[in-house]
């Protein structure tokens, strides 16, 4: 078993910036992505965006590509999430997840079925 931790939510007014921190524990294993993704009230969970962790090749949605930027720090198993220029349509539960075994060539970064575990969420609301 996998455990996902988030940190860094909160509020902020629009305009601000946030980073989110997702630190991965457990058994013995091996990351070979990390991702992203949010859901709002009412809304489809949405890819955020993801990162390839040997290679650090990242991948954003259209909508905060420009605005946020993931990264990953391999000795702590910890990706981040820093998002600037926030937006009231930024709004939702951000939860991170990961790919322990490994899609290869296969892997597509904005679907969920990629990886393997989940967090629980880290609350970001951007007020106008």
């Known amino acids: 078993q996998v455990q996902l931790v988030e940190s860094g939510g909160g509020l902020v007014q629009a305009g601000g910036s946030l980073r989110l921190s997702c630190a991965a524990s457990?058994?013995?294993?091996?990351?070979?992505?990390m991702a992203w993704f949010r859901q709002a009230p009412g809304k489809e969970r949405e890819f955020v965006a993801a990162?390839?962790?040997?290679?650090?090749?990242?991948y954003y949605a259209d909508s905060v590509k420009g605005r946020f930027t993931i990264s990953r720090d391999n000795a702590k198993n910890t990706v981040y999430l820093q998002m600037n220029s926030l937006k009231p349509e930024d709004t939702a539960a951000y939860r991170c997840?990961?790919?322990?075994?490994?899609?290869?060539?296969?892997?597509?970064?904005?679907?969920?079925?990629?990886?393997?575990?989940w967090g629980q969420g880290a609350q970001v609301t951007v007020s106008s």
């Open positions: 997840a990961v790919d322990v075994n490994s899609w290869g060539s296969s892997y597509v970064p904005g679907v969920p079925y990629a990886y393997d575990y």
């Open positions: 457990g058994r013995p294993f091996s990351i070979y992505a």
């Open positions: 990162i390839r962790w040997s290679a650090g090749v990242t």
